[in-house]
């Protein structure tokens, strides 16, 4: 079945270092692939998405290509500030448009 | 951007209790509704897709008869809990959006501890 992994938490990164979530995931046919983004107390929010191979999704300084010969969509940014800090959920579309969520990364940033 | 909200965001009753979850679509009409659970550490789990007007369609595994859902109108779906015990703890998430087709707009979560 569908199923998608993402690196395991906490991430602990100082202000301006850069920043990579690895995800990968595994389905059939051709699935849109997602970041969403969850700030304390605050509900997930889209942060970007790619719909077919070697797109690119970017939002807010954040990109990810979704690479079909590697099945990864991972989450890059070059320089993170504090009010990065937060958990990143990679999510797949299946083909009944359902979606299909990574366990979630809790990513804290340093001043 | 669209708002989804989520009431009560934290609650705790006691065992053999119901308790019940609003979800509410606050600048959008929602057709489609969704109920998620999420255990700690742990991905988001889909337990079921309400349309307006319609019954709920259940994931396999998740009993219709503990976690009832109600969507009887474009901005309002209610999840209960009923006699509720301590496993049913957990954060419930819900998600609204025009179509099941279209993006799913989030609702901030609901705490759920079940002494």
């Known amino acids: 079945g569908n199923s998608v992994t993402q690196m395991e938490g906490p991430v602990t990164l100082s202000e301006e270092a850069f920043l990579t979530i690895n995800c990968t995931y595994t389905?059939?046919?051709?699935?849109?692939l997602f970041w969403y983004v969850q700030y304390p107390g605050e509900g997930l929010q889209l942060l970007l998405k790619?719909?077919?191979a070697d797109d690119k999704g970017s939002n807010k300084g954040f990109e990810a290509t979704y690479r079909k010969e590697t099945t990864s969509f991972h989450l890059e940014k070059g320089s993170v500030q504090v009010s990065d800090s937060a958990v990143y959920f990679c999510?797949?579309?299946?083909?009944?448009?359902?979606?299909?969520w990574g366990a979630g990364t809790k990513l804290i940033i340093k001043p | 951007g669209a708002v989804v909200s989520q009431h009560p965001s934290r609650v705790i009753c006691k065992s053999g209790t119901s308790v019940k979850i609003e979800c509410r679509s606050l600048?959008?009409?929602?057709?489609?509704m969704f109920w998620y659970r999420q255990f700690p550490k742990k991905s988001l789990m889909l337990m079921a897709t309400?349309?307006?007007?319609?019954?709920?369609?259940?994931e396999q595994g998740v009993e219709k008869d503990k976690f009832l859902i109600n969507h009887a109108s474009l901005t309002l779906s209610t999840l209960t809990v009923t006699s509720a015990h301590p496993e049913d703890s957990s954060f419930y998430i819900c998600?609204?959006?025009?179509?099941?087709?279209?993006?799913?707009?989030f609702g901030p979560g609901t705490r759920l501890t079940v002494l």
């Open positions: 998600s609204a959006s025009p179509g099941p087709k279209n993006e799913q707009f």
């Open positions: 600048d959008f009409q929602a057709t489609t």
């Open positions: 309400s349309n307006e007007g319609s019954k709920a369609t259940y």
């Open positions: 389905a059939t046919g051709y699935p849109s």
């Open positions: 790619a719909t077919k």
């Open positions: 999510a797949l579309r299946d083909s009944n448009y359902q979606l299909i």
